[in-house]
């Protein structure tokens, strides 16, 4: 069943501040000055007493300089979790279950855990982010992320390098690659993972140039790229068509710097290849691997058959699905995205949008309560039905006179034209799209999570109803982010 779910966030609270303290576990720190003990974070179940040299407490500020500059900063204490009062610890229980949910990605209770610490102006420490940030990251809840990075910012919290890494990722990941980029500008330090975020980042929100040139300047800083390094470059060379390069690159990592192969980095090489329509090269490499080809790269090489119509070699090569993975055997394609498309995976057809497989989420930051909407393609239940579908025909006929031909080849059910662009149009992004065109302000920002690649007529439907409506329309789908404005999108038609 094909389903869109739109969430508006709820507003921000404000903050009340609450003196509290950290808990530790004893070690030293050598300084310029008499060696500073004081106790690492060790549980928030028990509270042990800090103790100094000479039995007296130094002033909060000594403490926290001495902490952010000396190598306890790597340690999971952060010092900004210090408030003015020594001798009182933190809300340790709720930050614990908080920690927990998150962890365990359940992300609406860890919100509702997180909003109640709010309300109580509960200082929050490095590790307790960290795990919360890595949730809405883990969940593309970019909303939800961008509230935890504003608790940061008014609590006065600075984050150390693990969890300026976690808003880089949280940012790639929700297509925010302005915001990595300012973030990353602002780090005083960066290791190879704030690097590999950037160059993830940059790829799969189709700015592939600026991935390439990250991945240089890595190089340049004299870091080690390693194999996340290169998956992201390998990634961008896809994105630009770049097969000499890819080929490189791919050779470089095994070369140059010892690294050994992973089974995407194989996955991305016959992208690359396949993409630009090199099938018999992508099969000859497959062939030749070192170790033995798993069902997901030959499955990378059949996507790329049915999109370049090579339908001996797609049978062929759904035959070697098959042998490699019974869960993956091959029937008739009913709508997977594909044109000449007469053969796709069981897991694949048991997912498209024509039995209502995909799912599609969608939120736009307007300052309501939340909300959540689900949608079923071709069968909307709604409460606002009748205005999603007028929509949907008021576009349909402002499309048509921007120049918009449907594509009716993506419709592979036996019915005729009319049919056939009806359904096309009731494709469950455009539903999702069409709520948020009619419950948001102009010019908002809408973002569709897709978990199936986006079909060749609605990428170009999208790109003219951006157009249309004057609006940023972000849609992630299987492959990557698709940043559609002005009629265009980021992936430049090639995806």
């Known amino acids: 069943m094909a389903c869109a779910i739109m969430k508006i966030p709820k507003t921000l609270g404000i903050n009340r501040f609450r003196n509290i303290t950290a808990i530790f576990k004893e070690r030293s720190i050598p300084t310029h000055e008499n060696s500073l003990v004081f106790y690492r974070f ?14 007296c407490k130094p002033k909060i500020n000594v403490l926290l300089n001495r902490l952010s500059t000396s190598a306890a900063a790597n340690y999971a204490f952060q010092a900004n979790a210090i408030s003015r009062n020594t001798g009182h610890a933190t809300n340790s229980a709720a930050e614990e279950d908080l920690r927990i949910l998150a962890k365990e990605g359940k992300l609406k209770e860890a919100m509702e855990a997180f909003t109640k610490m709010e309300e109580k102006g509960t200082f929050l420490d490095s590790y307790t982010y960290n795990c919360v940030l890595q949730c809405c990251a883990d969940r593309k809840a970019l909303d939800e992320g961008k509230r935890v990075i504003e608790h940061m910012n008014r609590t006065g919290f600075r984050p150390d390098i693990s969890v300026n890494n976690r808003m880089l990722e949280l940012y790639g990941k929700c297509g925010s690659v302005q915001d990595a980029q300012q973030v990353f500008d602002k780090m005083s330090e960066r290791d190879s993972a704030s690097w590999n975020f950037m160059i993830a980042g940059y790829s799969y929100n189709g700015l592939a140039q600026e991935a390439l040139q990250t991945f240089g300047q890595m190089q340049e800083n004299g870091l080690r790229p390693d194999g996340n390094s290169f998956l992201g470059v390998l990634w961008a060379c896809s994105r630009l068509g770049l097969v000499d390069k890819g080929r490189q690159y791919f050779e470089s990592m095994s070369k140059d ?3 050994l192969y992973s089974m995407q980095h194989y996955v991305c090489m016959v992208d690359i290849l396949a993409r630009g329509g090199g099938l018999e090269e992508a099969e000859q490499f497959i062939n030749n691997m070192s170790v033995k080809p798993t069902a997901s790269v030959w499955n990378t090489l059949l996507n790329f058959c049915k999109s370049h119509g090579n339908a001996e070699m797609e049978k062929r090569v759904a035959n070697k699905i098959a042998e490699l993975d019974t869960n993956m055997a091959t029937v008739p394609v009913s709508n997977t995205g594909g044109i000449s498309g007469r053969y796709a995976n069981r897991g694949a057809r048991n997912n498209s949008r024509d039995i209502g497989g995909d799912a599609d989420i969608m939120k736009s930051p307007t300052p309501k309560a939340s909300n959540v909407h689900e949608y079923r393609a071709g069968t909307l239940s709604h409460p606002q039905r009748e ?6 025909d008021d576009l349909s ?11 009716t080849r993506y419709v592979l059910h036996d019915v005729d034209e009319a049919q056939k662009e009806i359904a096309l149009m009731h494709h469950s992004e455009r539903l999702a799209i ?10 908002t920002t809408l973002r569709v999570i897709k978990n199936l690649r986006v079909c060749g007529d609605c990428h170009n439907a999208i790109k003219i109803i951006s157009k249309i409506e004057d609006r940023e329309l972000i849609v992630r789908d299987a492959k990557r982010f698709h940043h559609f404005k002005d009629g265009k999108c980021s992936c430049g038609d090639y995806w």
Request: charged share 20%; proline share 9%; no cysteine.
């Open 42 to 55: 060790l549980s928030f179940n028990t509270s042990k007493e800090t103790h100094f040299p000479d039995g």
């Open 387 to 392: 205005q999603i579908y007028a929509k949907l």
């Open 434 to 443: 069409a709520f948020g065109l009619i419950s948001t302000p102009p010019g």
């Open 397 to 407: 006929g402002k499309m048509k006179e921007a120049g918009y031909v449907p594509d």
């Open 257 to 259: 710097y010892g690294l």
